[in-house]
């Protein structure tokens, strides 16, 4: 019987511990600070474009870093945190693989939960891919784009395929079925309605014809694998595009890595995505 097969017999205890990533990866505090840096400093190497405004919420801006090309391809990476930490400027080096590739890359930030509802996290990133096609090709970003994230963002990316505006999608160690997240530490600030589960479940959505190749770490813990794993095979079942990408040996935080280098899988992986 696989893990999630037996959630209905977990403890309280092993429910919030199946998604703890940051428990299960002892040294994910040295981890993230080393992001963190390599963020700062990415950022500060390319100020012109930071903190454009697409929305009214303190959050709802863009960091856009394009290429001299203004037809290049572009990468939009949403940040992690399970929908409820972090912020876009903590991760801006991990788009610093394809930025180095020729690609543009853009990263949004949207309101954390409790603040907003999942519903209201959805419909911002929504609503920064709508002022992207708009006000993109003035700030140089006017090629085709992938619509990327970790974790949380993994999710997003899946969710928010289907937007006019994306060609094709890379959701990294995502969460694409809901129903467990409610059962465990995470809901006390996001409070998950039925209706959202249902709604923003990948796993219980019609697929969206459109590339979406999954990111996981053969390291991560059960749900973020299995997750990933069961989302391709539903997308495979409809004959829809998009590669399963087991890592070896990452965990939740080390599978970034290669997205953040040039020479990195995921890196190799955003061109295949465009044919």
């Not at 829809?240 to 087991?246: K, T, V």
């Amino acid at each position: 019987m696989s893990f999630m097969a037996r959630w209905g017999t977990l403890s309280q205890a092993e429910r919030d511990a199946a998604y703890n990533n940051s428990a299960a990866v002892p040294d994910s505090p040295i981890l993230n600070a080393a992001r963190e840096m390599g963020s700062s400093i990415f950022r500060m190497s390319h100020p012109a474009r930071l903190d454009l405004r697409y929305g009214p919420r303190e959050r709802n801006t863009w960091d856009l870093f394009p290429q001299p090309d203004p037809d290049a391809p572009c990468v939009v990476f949403i940040h992690g945190g399970y929908w409820q930490r972090n912020a876009k400027e903590q991760f801006a080096n991990l788009i610093a693989g394809p930025y180095a590739r020729g690609w543009s890359a853009a990263l949004p930030g949207y309101t954390l939960a409790p603040d907003a509802s999942l519903t209201e996290i959805v419909a911002e990133i929504n609503a920064a891919l709508d002022w992207l096609g708009v006000h993109g090709p003035a700030h140089g970003i006017n090629g085709p784009i992938v619509l990327s994230g970790w974790s949380a963002g993994g999710h997003l990316t899946a969710q928010c395929l289907g937007h006019p505006l994306v060609k094709a999608g890379l959701a990294i160690s995502g969460v694409f079925e809901l129903g467990p997240v409610r059962d465990t530490y995470l809901n006390e600030k996001l409070r998950l309605t039925e209706h959202e589960i249902v709604a923003f479940s990948p796993m219980r959505l019609p697929p969206v014809n459109k590339p979406l190749a999954f990111a996981y770490g053969t390291a991560e813990l059960p749900p973020l694998m299995s997750d990933s794993r069961d989302l391709h095979a539903l997308r495979s079942a409809a004959h829809l595009p998009g590669a399963l990408i087991p890592v070896p040996r990452a965990n939740h935080f080390t599978i970034v890595h290669e997205l953040r280098d040039a020479e990195g899988i995921l890196t190799r992986q955003l061109p295949l995505l465009l044919g």
